[in-house]
C-alpha cells in the first residue's frame, strides 16, 4: 500500500476504515479522501461488469461490530460520479455486500439496490425504482441504508423508496461502508468529486 493512499485514509479520521482494493486490487480501485470527499483515487480505463477488472468502482469498509445499523452518505449529485451507502458485507460471498445508489443511464433516472459482486461480473440488480424528474444534477443527495436481521430499507432523501430481503450469506454481517463509482465520467479522471465526507452509521 502506498504511503499517499495511507495519508489519505488516516485523513478520515476513522483508522478503521479500508479501501477495498485492499482485499483485490483486480477487483476494486483505491477510495480514499481528497478535499473533503470520498473519490476514486486511481481509476482504470476499463469496461465494466467483467472478470478481473474493476471498471472505475471502488469503496471503503469497516468493522462495525453492529449487525441492525443506519448508514447514510450524502452523494455529491453528479449523475457521472456514482455514489452511496454499502451495507453488509462479506468479502468471501458471491455478492460481496449491498450498494444502493442513483443510476442517470436508467430509464432516465433510476434508483438501484444492488448486490455488488465479489469482483465485478458477479454484480447484480435486486430492486430498482424508476426516480426520473426527482434528482437535478449537481444537488446534493442523502443516500440512506437501514439493515434490521434480514431485511434493508433504503432511503432518498429521508423517504422510503426501496425495502428488500437481504441475500442469506450477508445476513449477521457487521462491515459496512460506502461505494464510489466513476465509469460514466468522461474521461475517468483521479480525485472527482463523489460523496460528502464523513458518511456517518449508527446501531438501530
Same mark, same amino acid.
Given at each position: 500500500?502506498? =504511503? +499517499?493512499?495511507?495519508?489519505?485514509?488516516?485523513?478520515?479520521?476513522?483508522?478503521?476504515?479500508?479501501?477495498?482494493?485492499?482485499?483485490?486490487?483486480?477487483?476494486?480501485?483505491?477510495?480514499?479522501?481528497?478535499?473533503?470527499? !470520498?473519490?476514486?483515487?486511481?481509476?482504470?480505463?476499463?469496461?465494466?461488469?467483467?472478470?478481473?477488472?474493476?471498471?472505475?468502482?471502488?469503496?471503503?469498509?469497516?468493522?462495525?461490530? &453492529?449487525?441492525?445499523?443506519?448508514?447514510?452518505?450524502?452523494? !455529491?449529485?453528479?449523475? &457521472? !460520479?456514482?455514489?452511496?451507502?454499502?451495507? =453488509?458485507?462479506?468479502?468471501?460471498?458471491?455478492?460481496?455486500?449491498?450498494?444502493?445508489?442513483?443510476?442517470? $443511464?436508467?430509464?432516465?433516472?433510476?434508483?438501484?439496490?444492488?448486490?455488488?459482486?465479489?469482483?465485478?461480473?458477479?454484480?447484480?440488480?435486486?430492486?430498482?425504482?424508476?426516480?426520473?424528474?426527482?434528482?437535478?444534477?449537481?444537488?446534493?443527495?442523502? $443516500?440512506?441504508?437501514?439493515?434490521?436481521?434480514?431485511?434493508?430499507? =433504503?432511503? +432518498?432523501?429521508?423517504?422510503?423508496?426501496?425495502?428488500?430481503?437481504?441475500?442469506?450469506?450477508?445476513?449477521?454481517?457487521?462491515?459496512?461502508?460506502?461505494?464510489?463509482?466513476?465509469?460514466?465520467?468522461?474521461?475517468? &479522471?483521479?480525485?472527482?468529486?463523489?460523496?460528502?465526507?464523513?458518511?456517518?452509521?449508527?446501531?438501530?
Amino acid at each position: 500500500m502506498n =504511503c +499517499r493512499l495511507v495519508q489519505r485514509i488516516r485523513s478520515l479520521g476513522r483508522k478503521a476504515l479500508r479501501s477495498n482494493h485492499l482485499l483485490s486490487d483486480k477487483w476494486w480501485n483505491p477510495c480514499g479522501v481528497v478535499n473533503g470527499y !470520498y473519490t476514486n483515487l486511481a481509476p482504470d480505463d476499463g469496461p465494466i461488469g467483467k472478470p478481473d477488472n474493476p471498471g472505475a468502482r471502488a469503496g471503503l469498509h469497516e468493522n462495525t461490530g &453492529q449487525k441492525n445499523v443506519s448508514v447514510e452518505v450524502v452523494w !455529491y449529485g453528479n449523475s &457521472q !460520479y456514482g455514489a452511496g451507502p454499502t451495507v =453488509c458485507i462479506n468479502p468471501g460471498a458471491k455478492d460481496f455486500g449491498l450498494g444502493f445508489w442513483y443510476e442517470k $443511464l436508467l430509464y432516465g433516472g433510476t434508483l438501484v439496490l444492488w448486490a455488488l459482486g465479489r469482483q465485478p461480473s458477479d454484480i447484480r440488480m435486486i430492486a430498482c425504482l424508476n426516480d426520473a424528474g426527482y434528482h437535478t444534477d449537481g444537488t446534493p443527495v442523502k $443516500l440512506r441504508m437501514d439493515v434490521i436481521g434480514n431485511s434493508v430499507k =433504503c432511503y +432518498r432523501d429521508n423517504e422510503l423508496m426501496i425495502t428488500e430481503t437481504v441475500p442469506d450469506e450477508l445476513v449477521g454481517s457487521t462491515i459496512h461502508g460506502l461505494s464510489v463509482d466513476v465509469n460514466a465520467a468522461q474521461p475517468r &479522471q483521479p480525485n472527482l468529486p463523489c460523496a460528502v465526507a464523513p458518511y456517518s452509521w449508527r446501531a438501530i
